[in-house]
């Protein structure tokens, strides 16, 4: 039965108790008069608060509320008119018109619109209705939404309320949403935030979105990002973002150490430094909740860079070429660079197993001599290719080059003396001497433990070098001072086919000399220091044991010479 009534009356500050699904409220002052087929309400009030916790997320305090309500019986409905709303306090300020109608067997039909003309986005979650935002939901963009403000934002409802919670088919019209500038995004905490996004943000149904031209991450201008949670109300809230960069190449460098890149990559740019631009496109699957998996798909391209991975690595300049990463590893795919004067190719992978790069390239003596002074004598001429494999497990580095040097000459007395057509095989290898624990065990963690060694920092070596059927050598280096300096060494000269151990060589202090030549002669090498200056890392002889089948030079002619000598204040005896 319908219940008669009238009304008339003044009223300040009246409050009445949430209780149920009812919502409460405290502090509305409105004059009023009617009965139960029409009536108006004028509203004129201050600090209202309106508790209903079946619909927002918490209690709302407005500090001004104005505006007339107007209602009437139509059969056995009622339709109730919101005219010239306006609302007001500390988070937003704008103009509300709605109406509403009863339905039999629903919860009726609301057809509402409200503009804001300022509006500060940190508190977008605060006024979001639960039926488009849970309380999950709700906790995530209230602490996502870190600064931001809008002087055109609209909240547009025109559905049945028992529609709700929305779904794909439905006719329903739920939005929120406007222009932001100067808003702050910090979407997981594992990841750098994003920055004066100035763009498009908007709740549709169950969909959220945010579409920015223009924003920043640390030091990066991005173009074109999108930020989207395509279900709000699922139980596995899944973030989507999608976005171009542009920066120094050292921005984005710091970028991946400050992010869960970094463990994606193993910690492959943890020593490197570079210059020049360049550009990053990003796409991430970020699950907020549930037990679903990281999802990243990033590609970092550089053009005309110098890029240097470290001590005791070649600089790469002139580089050209992209990184692709995903959260399974990273690949450089035909990276074109010059090393030492020369064109090379790199390719590098990594997994969570290792990282593996190839590379090949061609070397020019005499443009090496051009670029860098002291690199090598002037008794060395042409150019040759060569071929170089690095692994890298558990940070430990391990690079062998090859060459047949065919096309170098060298100009040296006997026996290494070389024509250009002449090939001499050179292999030479580089391994650490320590190691460090795997990044890759980071990669089930949004924690990335920082890195434990710094861009730069060398480690102890060992090089390992064979020269066809002449020579075998190995130097074992310290770094001091931020230079590597050889504190044992030896050149073992013959029978190539035993190699040299490293405890044979850490055994005795210095560089030594051992094994037999056919034949040496002591002209001509005065040319192996013409035109290079004198480096102040060179290690002096501190020991020989050589056996010499003919030595000349200066009017001598030995045979079966047999030399044994020890290094004695700044020579040998």
Not at 219 to 226: G, I, S
Not at 522 to 537: D, F, I, R, V, Y
Request: proline fraction near 5%; charge should be negative.
């Amino acid at each position: 039965p319908i219940c008669s009534y009238k009304i008339k009356g003044k009223f300040a500050n009246l409050a009445l108790r949430q209780v149920s699904e009812l919502p409460g409220f405290t502090g509305l002052s409105l004059e009023v008069e009617g009965s139960d087929q029409e009536g108006a309400a004028r509203i004129n009030t201050q600090n209202l608060i309106v508790d209903a916790p079946e619909i927002m997320r918490e209690p709302l305090l407005f500090e001004t509320a104005t505006g007339q309500v107007k209602w009437q019986r139509e059969g056995d409905e009622v339709v109730v008119h919101l005219i010239d709303g306006a609302l007001e306090n500390s988070d937003f300020s704008g103009q509300v018109v709605a109406s509403y109608l009863t339905q039999t067997g629903t919860k009726g039909l609301l057809d509402l619109d409200a503009v804001l003309t300022r509006a500060d986005l940190r508190s977008a979650a605060r006024y979001t209705p639960l039926v488009g935002l849970d309380q999950q939901g709700g906790s995530w963009l209230n602490g996502a939404l870190l600064a931001g403000h809008s002087e055109d934002f609209r909240v547009r409802i025109k559905a049945n309320l028992s529609d709700f919670p929305l779904h794909e088919s439905s006719n329903a019209i739920f939005k929120i949403g406007g222009h932001v500038h100067d808003a702050t995004f910090a979407f997981d905490k594992a990841w750098p935030g994003i920055e004066k996004i100035a763009g498009e943000f908007l709740i549709d149904g169950n969909k959220l979105q945010v579409k920015a031209p223009s924003a920043r991450t640390l030091a990066a201008e991005l173009k074109n990002v999108t930020v989207t949670i395509p279900d709000l109300l699922s139980e596995n809230l899944l973030l989507k973002v999608n976005g171009d960069a542009a920066a120094a190449n050292s921005v984005f460098l710091q970028y991946i150490q400050q992010s869960p890149v970094r463990g994606y990559i193993d910690g492959f740019t943890d020593r490197i430094t570079a210059s020049g631009e360049g550009k990053l496109n990003l796409q991430l699957g970020i699950p907020l909740t549930g037990a679903q998996p990281v999802k990243v798909d990033g590609l970092f391209s550089v053009q005309d860079a110098d890029v240097a991975l470290g001590a005791g690595i070649p600089l790469f300049s002139h580089s050209l070429g992209a990184l692709s990463f995903t959260q399974s590893g990273m690949q450089v795919k035909n990276l074109t660079t010059q090393i030492y004067g020369g064109a090379a190719t790199v390719n590098v992978s990594v997994d969570a197993n290792a990282t593996h790069a190839t590379a090949q390239g061609r070397i020019d003596a005499d443009e090496v001599r051009k670029t860098y002074f002291n690199a090598l004598p002037d008794v060395l001429h042409g150019s040759t290719t060569w071929n170089a494999d690095i692994n890298v497990v558990n940070k430990s580095p391990q690079i062998v080059i090859t060459s047949d040097l065919q096309g170098i000459s060298a100009s040296l007395p006997q026996p290494f003396n070389k024509a250009a057509d002449e090939t001499m095989p050179l292999r030479v290898e580089l391994a650490s001497l320590t190691s460090k624990s795997p990044v890759s065990a980071q990669k089930k963690s949004k924690k990335i433990t920082p890195p434990q060694t710094t861009v730069g920092e060398a480690e102890p070596d060992v090089i390992t070098a064979q020269l066809g059927d002449l020579l075998t050598a190995k130097f074992l280096r310290r770094p001091e001072s931020g230079v590597m300096l050889v504190k044992h060494g030896m050149v073992n000269f013959g029978d190539a086919s035993k190699p040299l151990s490293n405890e044979a060589v850490s055994a005795k202090a210095g560089l030594w000399l051992t094994g037999s030549l056919p034949t040496l002669s002591l002209q001509g090498w005065e040319q192996l220091h013409a035109g290079t200056e004198k480096s102040n890392t060179a290690m002096p002889i501190a020991g020989a044991n050589l056996r010499i089948g003919k030595l000349t030079g200066y009017g001598i002619n030995f045979h079966d010479l047999q030399v044994d000598a020890l290094k004695r204040g700044e020579g040998l005896s």
